[in-house]
């Protein structure tokens, strides 16, 4: 689904973060990113969101190269960029508007992509219900807790019809309840749907707990991905398992070795 070709990317003045980097992520995966700080994790996101662009080198997805944010890429951020004036169920219909106008291939929507409102507006409702915002709708994101204001975000998104979710930092702001509810419930949909995701956390067990494989980068120039396996992936009661410790502790040990 993605394959990254000989990447090149810095900022202004500075080294680069990513050299002739080279990676390939299959329809279906699950992809945690950690690092130290400063490595690039949400920088690399960034540029498969189409929202930064490397120097040299090309991002393809699907086969088409990317210049610019695809609709069909879903973007969670660590703040829920909600806008405040608007309501939990107006917020999680935004993305979806926009989606009907410029349409899956990222220009105005053709005829056959116009949405009828009813049946769009229903999908909405029915994003809200899974993530138990039903009673909520009608609400103001200042009357919400952290926790339902990150999940109408996540409704905002997966009304989108995404096939690609990336993720910045999503759990991160979250009492340890939410956190896990809100991980549980990106683990059953991948399942049920086949949604590639790519994840970025500074978290050791979130890495293992979301990603079937962990892309490990490092401060200064990435040149090779690094990529470990992770048959631990999956539900977070499985963090209790002597198999889950062992990974966060070879994962740890990975990390350590790098700074």
């Not at 202004?12 to 995966?29: A, K, T």
């Not at 508007?97 to 769009?120: C, M, V």
């Amino acid at each position: 689904m993605i394959a990254i070709n000989d990447l090149t990317f810095a900022y202004s003045g500075q080294p680069p973060l990513f050299q002739d980097y080279c990676l390939h992520v299959s329809r279906g995966e699950a992809l945690s990113i950690i690092g130290p700080s400063g490595c690039g994790k949400t920088t690399l996101l960034y540029l498969l969101a189409g929202l930064r662009h490397p120097q040299s080198g090309k991002i393809i997805i699907d086969d088409k190269p990317i210049s610019r944010p695809r609709p069909r890429s879903g973007l969670v951020l660590q703040d829920h960029g909600l806008l405040p004036w608007q309501t939990v169920r107006e917020n999680a219909r935004l993305g979806r508007t926009i989606w009907g106008f410029y349409g899956s291939d990222g220009r105005h929507a053709p005829a056959d992509e116009k949405l009828i409102p009813n049946q769009a507006d229903q999908r909405v409702d029915d994003w809200l219900k899974k993530l138990g915002l039903e009673g909520l709708k009608n609400q103001y994101p200042l009357k919400l807790s952290r926790g339902q204001r990150q999940r109408t975000a996540i409704a905002r998104t997966l009304a989108m019809k995404p096939d690609l979710l990336l993720m910045d930092e999503p759990f991160s702001a979250l009492d340890a309840p939410t956190r896990e509810d809100l991980q549980n419930f990106i683990v059953t949909l991948h399942h049920e749907s086949d949604l590639t995701y790519i994840i970025v956390t500074h978290d050791i067990e979130v890495a293992v707990v979301m990603g079937k494989k962990i892309l490990v980068l490092e401060k200064g120039c990435n040149q090779e991905a690094q990529i470990m396996d992770n048959a631990c992936a999956g539900f977070t009661d499985g963090r209790i398992q002597a198999e889950f410790q062992q990974k966060c502790e070879d994962l740890r040990k990975l990390l350590g070795s790098m700074t």
